[in-house]
Structures are given as C-alpha cells and as structure tokens.
C-alpha cells in the first residue's frame, strides 16, 4: 500500500514537471523571435549561457560530472541531435512565425510513435498511431491552407519535429543512470563544441548581418538560457523518469497554446493567421485531450 501511494505521488510530480516544463517551452518561441540573431548565431549564444549556468549549478550541488566513456558518446551524439533540432526550430520560427512554428512541432507525437518501436523494440501501440494520425490532420490542414508562403519554415518545423523525436526516446535510458542535471551539461555542452566548430562555415554560407547580441538581446538570451532551457530541460528529464517518451512527447502538443497566445499578445500573429490555421491547431489540441482523458482511464 505504502508503495501504491509512492509511485502515485512519483505520477503526479511528474506530470507536474511535464506540464511546467512544456509551460516555459511555450515562451522559447517568442523570445526566439524577439531576439534580433540568425538562428545559428541564436542557438550557439543559448548552448554557451546554458553550459555555464548547468556547470555553475552542478559544481554548486557537489555533482561529479565524470561519466562512463560510453555514456560520454551516447551524450555527446544525443546534444548534437539537440543542437540540430534548436537550428531548424528557430529556422522555422525565422522562416514562419511562432504559431505555425509550435503547431507543426506537434508532429513529434507521430515521429515517436514509429520510431520508439524501432529503437526500443516495444510493439507499436494502436493507440499512439492513431492520436498521432489525428494530429497529422491538423497538421496537414494547416500545410496545405498556407496562404503566406511559409513553405520553407513550414519543412524546418517538420524537421524540429523529427529530429525533436530522437532526443526523448535516446535519453530514455540515460537519465534512469545518471543526474539529470549531468546528462542535461554533456548534451548541451557536446552541442555547443559541435556548433562551434561549424560556426565559421554557418557565417561564411548564411551571412548573417549581425554577430553580436545587443543589450536587450542579451536579457532575452538570458531568460531563454536559464529558466527555458537549464530549468526546463532538469524538469522534463526528471519527469521521463517516471513517463515514458511517448507520453511526454504527445503533451508537448500543448505547447503550442502557451506559445500561440504569447505570440498574439506580443507579436499580435493572429492577424497573420486565417480560419484554417484555427482548425488544424483545434485538431491538434484534440488528440492531447483524447490521449489524456483515455490515458487517464486505464490508469483508473
């Protein structure tokens, strides 16, 4: 009995850290668009504040950072998959805007779904396939109503959505060994070097107009840095703890609410955006709310 209540309360805070986590995900978006930076230069700017701070904070809690020489690879391929994913999200967010950039992203669910199985060898759940299938509706709805020409931002959210998928399924299994504060510093410190090194090819093809941050720049980098991404990333690692990728992945789809909301308030986007549009993130928001109230009564 002891132990019913202990892994119900372990349930619970962990959709709490899911949900919170996804909260402060929901703001990446906008800040990522009010910070005046391409996206190579962006997301190299955010990998370096959020190295510092994760080394601050893991030499402040007395956490050794030393891992086997086979995690240091599995973490070191996981944060170049992380910095992959930032550079076509805020791509798409560049290309697009924030709302079709966090709509779309929610196509994770269907990328999990097929390829969870592949890597973990679990059955495909006929389940999953079809909440996924549902959010691929809505997606396609907004695809193919596209009245403004964000094809090429469109793609890049797809392909955040793609590579996004990995980076919960791989972590799977490192983050039941090690701190999740630890695999958080390897991953985007591994991302960072990786983006470092291809840097000077970044600005050499792109060309980008400006290379440093201005002063208002920085306080959003900040922002972005520490509490989206360092606070974010230990939340949701903890939580895949006791949640699996799927699950974690599929209410991600809220993000977007959180995220599209703060884009009409700041950016005032809803007039950029057509009746279709509204569809198709309803659509989205279904399958969260269908796999939720049906996920909710199997658990009971």
């Known amino acids: 009995m002891l132990r019913l209540y202990n892994t119900q309360s372990e349930l619970t805070k962990a959709h709490l850290q899911m949900h919170l986590s996804i909260l402060l995900w929901g703001a990446t978006g906008v800040l990522g668009r009010g ?171 792109f060309e980008p107009v400006k290379l440093y941050p201005t002063t208002s720049d920085w306080l959003l980098l900040l922002v972005l840095a520490v509490l989206c991404t360092h606070v974010t990333l230990i939340l949701s690692l903890n939580a895949l703890k006791h949640l699996s990728a799927f699950t974690l992945n599929l209410a991600i789809n809220l993000e977007p609410v959180y995220g599209i909301a703060l884009a009409f308030i700041f950016f005032r986007e809803n007039k950029e955006l057509n009746g279709w549009f509204f569809a198709g993130a309803g659509i989205i928001m279904l399958s969260v709310i269908l796999h939720s109230y049906f996920e909710h009564n199997q658990e009971d």
Do not use: C
Request: proline share 2%.
């Open 35 to 205: 910070i005046d930076l391409s996206e190579g230069l962006l997301v190299w700017y955010r990998m370096l504040l959020v190295s510092l701070s994760l080394f601050l904070y893991v030499k402040f809690m007395g956490v050794s950072l030393r891992v086997s020489k086979e995690n240091f690879w599995r973490l070191t391929g996981i944060g170049i998959l992380l910095m992959i994913h930032w550079l076509f999200f805020y791509g798409a967010i560049k290309y697009s805007n924030v709302s079709i950039t966090l709509s779309l992203f929610s196509s994770t669910t269907l990328f999990t779904a097929l390829i969870e199985p592949l890597i973990t060898k679990k059955k495909f759940n006929k389940a999953e396939m079809l909440y996924s299938i549902l959010a691929m509706a809505g997606i396609g709805i907004i695809f193919y109503t596209d009245e403004n020409s964000y094809t090429v931002g469109i793609v890049l959210a797809l392909l955040a959505a793609f590579v996004g998928a990995f980076f919960n399924i791989l972590n799977k299994g490192l983050v039941k060994q090690l701190p999740s504060s630890v695999v958080s510093f390897h991953e985007i410190f591994s991302g960072f070097a990786a983006l470092t090194v291809f840097m000077p090819v970044y600005i050499w093809v």
